[in-house]
């Protein structure tokens, strides 16, 4: 199919190629206003592969917020979430989902044997539909035993040369990466279009000891039930995280509003239509509260400033109180969700029985009704809770290690 029409401004676009859904004339890298809209919905609209990363282990939660987010051709694959569809779905995958760590995109492939033929394929590749040649990017390449090109720092040199070959710039601290992986010996190239991964929300700057990411906070607080129309309440809450992370959700705010993505330096960014997509969203004005307790008064105040700057503190409260003291909050029953330390990075194994003893005996007596879970590395600090937990899932990656989240229904 082809189009002829002009860009904003009077530059022509003549016979503009649109067979096998790609738009090959490098005039139109970064002059996305056409006076076509036909055209230019039609672009913006190509169906590509897109890929939500999630923490190994969670995919099926982040196959469910695909699905709430509107995503509805999600498929749960090993490692995240498949979907197919185009460039505002990517704008919109950032923008809205909580539980994915990246947004990648597949732009294309070809096959290569050799690494000279890698060279000459990628000087050939259309890397004008998406890059822009005042944006520089960076390489990653990976490959694998099925492939004959097996080095990967030598094809990542050779799409590199290839790339300048074109005009683009090359950077190592670049915030646009194009990944490549040779499996079977096809090439195939993916854009990172989140940049910093996606738990950088953009509002937490103070952090404790070994925080938990919001992305796995979100994730979990999903694998508990939570849907947002509960109170929740964290007796080890450290920076807050899974407090502004529940607030957030029962406020209807998106995890992507307060950053920056590697998609706005791409070729297929509109910032206008952006602007539109992210003035859209609705916010709630939830009846439940957010409350966050621990015995560090240093946390306390992060967790506050953290809660500020996210703009939920009139939802949230933060006490400065050790587990054990905590007190149930007036209202309906809700959650209580924590990652408390485990003795990996931060505590004496041995002494943590204790604290985990007294927040179970807290729980017990003053909590009826309420659910718990409880993210630990060690079985044994959560039997010593005497909490009546469900059997185990599958392990999570966190900070190195492999942890639980340990459930129980309601006391």
């Known amino acids: 199919m082809s189009q002829n029409c002009q860009i904003q401004g009077g530059i022509p676009l003549i016979g503009v190629n649109l067979s096998g859904g790609q738009l090959r004339d490098p005039m139109i890298a970064g002059r996305l206003h056409l006076t076509c809209p036909t055209l230019y919905a039609t672009w913006m609209t190509q169906s590509h592969e897109i890929f939500m990363t999630a923490t190994p282990g969670l995919e099926t939660a982040l196959l469910a917020e695909a699905h709430e987010n509107g995503f509805t051709n999600a498929e749960r694959i090993a490692g995240g979430v498949i979907i197919s569809g185009g460039w505002e779905d ?9 539980g994915a760590t990246r947004i990648l995109i597949r732009i294309g492939s070809f096959m290569a044997f050799h690494l000279a033929q890698l060279d000459k394929r990628a000087r050939k590749f259309p890397w004008a539909e998406t ?9 990653e390449v990976a490959t694998s035993r099925k492939s004959k090109i097996y080095h990967a720092g030598a094809a990542s040199q050779r799409i590199e040369n290839a790339l300048t070959a074109n005009g683009y710039q090359i950077s190592a601290d670049a915030g646009i990466v194009i990944k490549a992986r040779i499996d079977d010996n096809r090439v195939t190239i993916s854009l990172d279009t989140s940049g910093e991964s996606l738990h950088k929300r953009g509002h937490r700057e103070a952090v404790g000891k070994a925080p938990m990411r919001e992305t796995l906070a979100a994730l979990m607080l999903r694998e508990c039930g939570y849907t947002g129309d509960e109170p929740v309440l964290d007796p080890m809450c450290g920076s807050g995280t899974f407090v502004i992370e529940a607030a957030e959700i029962a406020a209807g705010l998106r995890p992507g509003r ?17 602007a539109e997509m992210k003035g859209a969203g609705e916010t709630r004005s939830p009846t439940a509260q957010f409350h966050g307790s621990d015995r560090d008064a240093g946390a306390i105040r992060m967790a506050t400033a953290n809660a500020e700057r996210a703009g939920v503190a009139n939802i949230t409260s933060f006490e400065n109180l050790s587990a054990a003291d905590i007190q149930c909050p007036a209202g309906p029953p809700g959650l209580i969700i924590c990652n408390p330390p485990y003795g990996g990075r ?16 807290a729980l017990k ?42 459930q129980t229904g309601a006391l």
């Open 365 to 406: 007596s003053r909590f009826s009704g309420w659910r718990v879970g409880i993210v630990t590395s060690e079985a044994g600090l959560a039997k010593a809770t005497g909490l009546p937990f469900d059997p185990k899932a599958a392990p999570i990656p966190h900070g190195g290690l492999k942890v639980w989240l340990f």
């Open 90 to 98: 990517v704008w919109r995958a950032n923008l809205t989902m909580r």
């Open 346 to 361: 931060i505590g004496n194994q041995k002494m943590l029985y204790g604290v985990y003893a007294g927040l179970g005996d």
């Open 131 to 139: 890059l822009r040649t005042d944006v520089p990017v960076r390489v």
């Open 258 to 274: 307060s950053r920056s993505f590697a998609f706005e330096g791409l070729a297929t960014f509109d910032a206008n239509r952006w």
